[in-house]
């Protein structure tokens, strides 16, 4: 069985600073890693993926992930935070062998002016 | 382009009571079809999967069910809820059967039983 793990439920940070949202998963075989953000009261929105080659990955609004094999992570990165990134933030993993994606709980990040 | 609908957007059921949430994708076939359950406000759980019409994969046992009657048509159902029904219902497709694919989510249905 797939699963993801976001060990922190809120993370604050300033504006103009970095910052990271952690996420570790467990799957059999390769992984493929997402990131999706939700607004309040809306559905989720892509915002990168993992599936093969470079670890380092590189998505919407200026947010990147890095794939980490030997530490079972996918941390989500900002060099610079904006106040309108705050929103819930969720990690999902899918096996390589299958098509279901599987979220974890979720991450609110907080980023005050 | 391919778009997604969910409805309704809100819903207020009593204990007891059938469910029905309808979800269709507009610009594309033989879609992947997911319905999600996000209670209060946090976690995400896959509720129900479907390769194709008439194919359904449950995820977890439950008072829920889900019917797939065209290839773009997504329906969940209810026929007496229960108050642990309530939260927030997305709907969201993909293209192919690898997990690499992104989903597109819809919109949400927030459901309240009281």
């Known amino acids: 069985a797939q699963s993801v793990a976001q060990p922190e439920d809120q993370v604050n940070v300033a504006e103009g600073n970095p910052l990271t949202v952690k996420c570790t998963y467990s799957v059999s075989g390769n992984p493929y890693l997402f990131w ?3 607004y309040p009261n809306r559905g989720l929105q892509f915002l990168l993926k993992y599936i093969t080659g470079d670890n380092l990955v590189k998505g919407s609004y200026g947010f990147e992930a890095e794939f980490n094999k030997s ?3 996918f941390h989500l990165k900002k ?6 990134d705050s929103a819930l933030y969720f990690c999902a993993v899918a096996a390589n ?5 599987n979220f974890g709980k979720g991450t609110s990040l907080l980023v005050t002016p | 382009s391919q778009t997604i609908h969910q409805w309704p957007a809100t819903l207020v059921q009593p204990v007891g009571s ?4 309808e979800c269709t994708v507009e610009g594309t076939s033989n879609p992947n079809l997911y319905w999600y359950r996000q209670a209060a406000g946090r976690g995400l759980q896959l509720l129900f999967y ?3 019409i008439g194919q359904i994969s449950s995820e977890v046992p439950q008072n ?5 009657p065209q290839d773009r048509q997504f329906i969940l159902s209810s026929k ?11 709907c969201a497709w993909s293209a192919g059967l690898s997990g690499a694919n992104v989903l597109t989510f819809g919109a949400g249905s927030r459901l309240t039983v009281l």
Do not use: E, H, I
Request: aromatic share 10%; net charge positive.
């Open chain 1, 71 to 73: 530490q079972t992570s």
């Open chain 2, 18 to 21: 059938p469910l029905s949430l």
């Open chain 2, 80 to 90: 007496k809820l229960l108050l642990s029904d309530s939260g927030f219902y997305l």
């Open chain 1, 79 to 84: 060099p610079s935070a904006l106040v309108s």
């Open chain 1, 36 to 38: 999706y953000v939700q």
């Open chain 2, 50 to 52: 479907s390769v194709g």
């Open chain 2, 64 to 68: 829920l069910s889900a019917s797939r």
């Open chain 1, 97 to 101: 062998s299958g098509y279901a994606l």
